[in-house]
């Protein structure tokens, strides 16, 4: 069956780094998102990795590792804004996202 | 409107009772989803549509049905609500590419 993981929960302090870990099991792999979602709100996008690497966009960086079924987000200079729940999703050889259950992201003063 | 609209917001509905939920969008994107979330679980797809005219199936249909008569619209339909049918609902539209766009969501309690 198709699976992805990760953990449930984490806990960060203002103005540090965290990492979010996701792997994943799929049919096929046609590319890995990760979508941001506040309380109570809709997801939004933040990335998209299709090719191994680390892709930057100001604070937030991604990366995969598709010989692994591996990939983060990377999160710097955290501010409580932050505090939110990220979602990684795969898209497998049907073009269908499948998507984790979230992690969430609490973040302390 | 600008992007992804859902209506209603919110529903309390008894167990029994047909509802539609709407979803229209305005950024001309052939494909649409609708999703279902569920505290603890990932978003599930119930149904899709890869551009008007066309519907598939997706993860959890049972229960649900949708037409996609024109680009825009995009409706749901519980034909006999279940309290299991109680969630969070999330249209979404996907962008050239796979990016996918959401709908603010509908919470639907069936009691």
């Known amino acids: 069956g198709q699976n992805i993981d990760q953990p449930t929960e984490m806990t960060a302090t203002e103005g540090a780094i965290v990492q979010i870990n996701c792997t994943y099991q799929t049919s096929g792999f046609n590319g890995l998102f990760w979508y941001q979602q506040h309380a109570g709100e809709a997801p939004t996008f933040l990335s998209y990795?299709?090719l191994d690497g680390l892709e930057e966009k100001g604070r937030f960086s991604s990366f995969l590792s598709r010989s692994k079924g591996y990939s983060y987000l990377l999160l710097k200079e955290l501010q409580m804004k932050d505090s939110a729940s990220y979602l990684c999703?795969?898209?497998?050889?049907?073009?269908?996202?499948?998507w984790g259950a979230g992690t969430k992201l609490i973040i302390k003063p | 409107i600008a992007g992804i609209t859902q209506a209603p917001t919110s529903q309390i509905l008894a167990a029994g009772r047909r509802m539609t939920l709407r979803c229209t969008q305005d950024?001309?994107?052939?494909?649409m989803y609708w999703y279902r979330q569920d505290l603890g679980l990932g978003l599930r797809l119930i149904h899709y549509s890869n551009t008007a005219g066309t519907t598939g199936k997706g993860e959890v249909p049972d229960g649900y049905s949708v037409s996609r008569a024109n680009t825009d619209d995009f409706p749901l339909t519980l034909a006999s609500a279940v309290p299991s049918q109680t969630s969070v609902y999330f249209c979404a539209s996907v962008e050239q590419g796979a990016r996918q766009y959401f709908g603010p969501g509908t919470r639907l309690t069936v009691t």
């Open positions: 999703a795969v898209m497998d050889s049907n073009y269908q996202l499948i």
């Open positions: 950024m001309r994107h052939n494909a």
């Open positions: 990795n299709v």
